[in-house]
């Protein structure tokens, strides 16, 4: 069945539409968007709302919601030791909640797709395929001996790879559903694995997600150990001919940025997270000005404490500004593009993220009733400055209305959140 | 009428109180502050939400919602420009209906007490304490000859200042209505102006509201114009023997920050506005260390594009954290003491500002069964780090409900949006 959504304004490639109407056929693919046509039967009215793309989570680490607000008043490195002191007691059942409550978070803010480092078996990717989202998972491992997660599954590094490709077949040529090689870190992955999973990667077309230089300790402990500093040493070994999507990269040296723009490596760009754990400031003037594929993240929320990209949206466009003296070097324009359109493309789903004909209908329409819309400038403006996840009544992806006027379709809000409650108390000691 | 609250848990000065229970006596003061008593008649059952006390804007201009999102892509300099070019065609009328938004948005958001600078005059300040809300106003003038808002008031700077002091003693005793001298700028107000300000102040008891130091533009005018930095130009002409409140403070030398301390001058902090701007970084963590009395602020919609302080509170939190490199620098437990206790004795309101016996009850109550809080950590880290204004869903100030379960009682929203709509329509051309 066709949907036809109206809106009294539309965030396009071309520019803001107002009013709005967007077509999507019953392949969930966009059959129009501009202007209302005359004949068109209406079946979503939208009065009083905006629409645009949904938005791209460039880096997360979703189930870890159980671990929100923990050590929050500590930096990167004793942060890391507590998160991962609660992990040993994960159980699988707790990472299926801790995902579900991540995809409500996700869906309520206007999340449509994000890029994910963490435990993934078939089981978990089913829930993501069922909740109607969009993920490019990637099976967390570091060593090659070690297993991520003891209570969660007996898989060592290697295997983990393997099961990784496993996955990627079964899953193959599904629209919501891709799979990445997750090596953690440059810091915690030898270097003959991570030449084996570029190895791999080049052989089987998965990309691969890793953190990369997130902390001047991680910097400074590799200078000590390889002579380079962690892109450059990941560039000394071939890593980046196959496809990397690096997250963090806080502390790129100009040669660094060159060699994430000439292999075309994708970087996420992650403010919030930094700035709490204290790892820094992206530089993503330059990131922008190299043309690198880009794209906009929350990290877990762990280290946020929130899944609303919008906040990061905001953050990304003024941080810049201020450390550089300077309004005209990120502008709320490009912003948005990066947590859209070229987010998409960068963590791969370059089927999605605009709002135009053919790409598939990730479509997220926001309240222009609120006070904070009262009044606003542009539609790019309104977006970045003053609008956030609160916003979002309604979410559409791949055409199917996942959230309607505030309400979940897709997921037992109830249930989940109850079901997290009762798991983050069994994890953790009272706070 | 004695009012009773009882909540899931309260902010306190003593941490955090689960299950809770506030009683307001009927002259709006805290009459208990502790766990649930046996026998107590509850007027207002909050389960599923937290109490927190009113959060306090130390620095905006409200009544500028009609110039949210101009400029946005402009440094200070020229977005300063274009404000005021629509602010050349502003009526009284326009700034009600601004004042009003502001007042929706931020009631909304969880902030009871602010402190203003722009055109006040008996009617706007009676328009706040109708609202139920607190302000200090401070009459906004620059030069003794000029008019600043052309279109609102014929008065000139000199003339401001006596209104003032004829609008401090009209409002006298006032619990919720305080007054400021208002002179913009070091660099948009003469020395031989400045001194008479402070002079007046001294004498009269009412404080000072100023920018201080907000862009690099403005140090290097003022060290070429006077030998001196913005503040240390101020303490040459004794301007801090006055009870100053000083917005920005972006670019504070140690001396200076050493002559706040000493002289007990206030510093705002608003960071979403300084980093959007351009402007830079103040030195929050040195601010702190060297105990000026601090406060937290939005700045104007116009520069920010949003009221809602749970924005600045994170962004206080984090930002120096990630420049730094240190996440010790600041922590979420003295970010919600400048945006409460400290903010509210800052900006001249010390009877109000945490839950506490005694105090004036300003209190906001944010609902815990949003997935943000699913699960969550101390309420001291939900509150910075996840919550935001949208979770906001009751509001009480001196124990008057203001707003009820996301219902204002006060101010009539939707009449307002819709002039407010109307007047920016009128003021600027189409965005």
Redesign the interface.
């Known amino acids: 069945m066709t949907t036809i959504v109206r809106a009294d304004t539309m965030l396009t490639p071309a520019g803001e539409v107002s009013p709005a109407e967007l077509e999507i056929d019953d392949a969930g693919r966009i059959s129009y968007a501009g202007t209302p046509r005359s004949g068109s039967i209406v079946t979503h009215d939208l009065t009083g709302h905006a629409l645009m793309p949904g938005l791209v989570n460039g880096h997360t680490h979703g189930a870890m919601?159980?671990q929100?607000?923990?050590s929050?008043?500590?930096?990167?490195m004793p942060?890391l030791a507590a998160v991962q002191e609660v992990e040993q007691g994960l159980t699988r059942d707790d990472i299926v909640v801790g995902l579900e409550?991540a995809m409500?978070?996700m869906i309520?803010t206007g999340t449509t797709t994000f890029a994910d480092m963490y435990h993934w078996d078939a089981g978990l990717l089913e829930l993501v395929r069922d909740a109607g989202m969009r993920v490019l998972a990637a099976p967390a491992m570091s060593t090659a001996d070690s297993v991520a997660f003891p209570g969660v599954s007996p898989l060592t590094g290697a295997e983990v790879l393997d099961e990784t490709e496993a996955l990627a077949a079964r899953f193959a040529g599904d629209a919501q559903i891709k799979l990445a090689y997750g090596p953690h870190a440059p810091y915690t992955c030898p270097p003959e694995l991570l030449q084996d999973i570029a190895a791999r990667s080049k052989r089987s077309g998965i990309p691969i997600h890793i953190h990369v230089s997130e902390s001047?300790a991680e910097v400074a402990q590799m200078t000590e150990q390889y002579g380079r500093t962690p892109a450059a040493h990941l560039d000394s070994l071939g890593f980046f001919e196959a496809r990397v999507l690096a997250a963090h990269c806080v502390h790129l040296t100009d040669d660094e940025i060159e060699v994430f723009a000439r292999t075309g490596t994708g970087a996420s760009h992650n403010?919030?997270s930094?700035?709490?754990?204290?790892?820094?400031?992206a530089r993503l003037p330059e990131m922008l000005d190299a043309g690198i594929a880009l794209t906009i993240g929350t990290d877990s929320?762990a280290s946020?404490?929130?899944?609303?990209l919008f906040?990061e949206l905001?953050?990304a466009?003024?941080?810049h500004?201020?450390?550089?003296?300077?309004?005209?070097?990120v502008?709320?324009a490009q912003v948005l593009d990066l947590a859209t359109r070229q987010g998409a493309a960068t963590v791969g789903f370059p089927e999605t993220g605009s709002l135009e004909f053919g790409k598939l209908a990730d479509v997220i329409a926001l309240d222009l009733?609120r006070?904070?819309a009262?009044?606003?400038?542009?539609l790019a403006?309104?977006l970045?400055?003053?609008a956030?996840?609160?916003d979002v009544r309604h979410v559409f992806i791949g055409g199917q209305h996942v959230y309607a006027d505030g309400e979940h379709l897709t997921l037992d809000?109830p249930a989940i959140?109850e079901r997290?409650?009762a798991?983050?108390?069994r994890l953790r000691p009272q706070?």
Chains 1, 2 share one sequence.
């Open positions: 919601t159980l929100r607000g923990i929050d008043d500590e930096g990167f942060w409550v409500l978070e309520e001047r403010p919030v930094n700035l709490k754990l204290g790892c820094g400031v929320v946020n404490n929130s899944l609303d906040e905001k953050l466009t003024i941080l500004r201020g450390m550089r003296h300077d309004a005209s070097v502008s709320a009733g006070t904070s009262t009044p606003r400038g542009s403006s309104h970045t400055f003053s956030t996840g609160a809000a959140r997290a409650h798991a983050s108390a706070t």
